[in-house]
């Protein structure tokens, strides 16, 4: 039985009233090449109840992190609660609670899938008529009596999670569980994980595609290179980067023209070569005058609202990339800032931008600043 000594809040912060609570964790990979630090100092905070997004780019640190808190790697230091209790101590304690997904879960291919479920409610101990419940559960009770191999990826998936609602967790972790679904794969998972939320089950769930969880999780942490850059409601963050994250692609007549025109008005300025993406304008109608004065005509102008993954370019820009450049995993993607073309040449996005206003040529030299 559990010793539920409570733990003593730290740092302000009292674990107990978190599902996931982790401290200064650390973990650092050593091999023959030297160590590369794959989570650093993470401070995590999962409410109870609810999707919990964890989210970060390729090689951010995000299964390293659920492997240590469910026992299944060590940490250099720091410290993890699951329900309040401390782990990996109280792991015996917690982990009954505890559903995850980490790696491809192995079924038998020849075998339906209730005669697998079956077979594992047997191995851990799960009631018999947890199985019927739990394959209702991710919506497969109609094809129960398939055998798993003739299961599409999505339903592997539902399957999957199906095992670890066996045990009637509190808490699931799901490690990527979209991972190579397609669109309506993803769509019947995101629901599923709805649906235990309401159930009144937390749910953490990783993932690196961040658009992808912004629509299902209510709370997230988003982490980069090993650390935590951004935690809250999804809405909260968006509104927090408020206008630096919100963007105007424009789309004019004579981009070239454009382009130099607003990059001498001093405005933040991106070009995908189709678009001319403007940043941390208030009134989009703005750059359509300031365009018009210089007879220069606006054929599209959209107000790109935020996400999560602009978010997270803004928290990340300016950062450096990674120590082996190109081979680094824990590397993060970049903007693309604005490398600026030159007029009458198609802009090179690899050529380094020139000191001086890069907008500015011989010619439309003497045009620059005016109004
Ligand atoms: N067993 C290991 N030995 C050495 N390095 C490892 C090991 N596992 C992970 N790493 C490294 O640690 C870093 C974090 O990897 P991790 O798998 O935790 O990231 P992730 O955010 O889950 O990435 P992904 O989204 O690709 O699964 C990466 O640089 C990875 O290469």
Known sequence: M????????????DPREFAVCTSGLRKTYRSIRGSSVAVANLDLHVPYGGVHGFLGPNGSGKTTSIRMLLGLARADSGT??????????????????????????????????????????????????????????????????????????????????????????????????????????????????????????????????????????????????????????????IGAAGAAAVRVAVRPEDHATAARLLYEAGLDLTDDRTHLLVRGVDDASEIARRLGHHDVWVNELVTVKAGLEQVFLELTAGEGPGTTAGADPLAVPRPQHAVPPQPDQQPDLATPPPPSNPYETGSAGAEGGTR
């Not at 559990?2 to 912060?13: D, F, H, K, Q």
Request: aromatic share 4%; hydrophobic share 40%; net charge neutral.
């Open 80 to 237: 993890m609660h699951l329900f309040g209790q401390e782990v990996p101590k109280a792991l015996p304690d917690v982990i009954g609670r505890v559903g995850a997904i980490v790696e491809s879960p192995k079924f038998f291919p020849n075998f339906t899938a209730r005669r697998n479920l079956e077979l594992l409610a047997t191995a851990i101990g799960a009631p018999d008529r947890a199985v019927g419940q739990v394959l209702a559960d991710v919506g497969l009770s109609d094809r129960a009596k398939s055998k798993y191999r003739t299961y599409s990826l999505g339903m592997k998936q539902r399957l999957a999670i199906a095992a670890t609602l066996l045990k009637d967790p509190d808490l699931l972790i799901f490690d990527e569980p979209t991972n190579g679904l397609d669109p309506a794969g993803i769509h019947e998972i995101r629901q599923t994980m709805r649906q235990l939320a309401e159930a009144g089950k937390t749910v953490l769930v990783s993932s690196h595609i961040l658009g992808e969880v912004e629509q299902v999780a209510d709370t997230v942490s988003i982490i980069g290179r090993g650390r935590l850059l951004a935690e809250g409601r999804v809405a909260d963050i």
């Open 2 to 13: 559990t010793t539920a000594t409570p733990p003593p809040p730290s740092g302000g912060i």
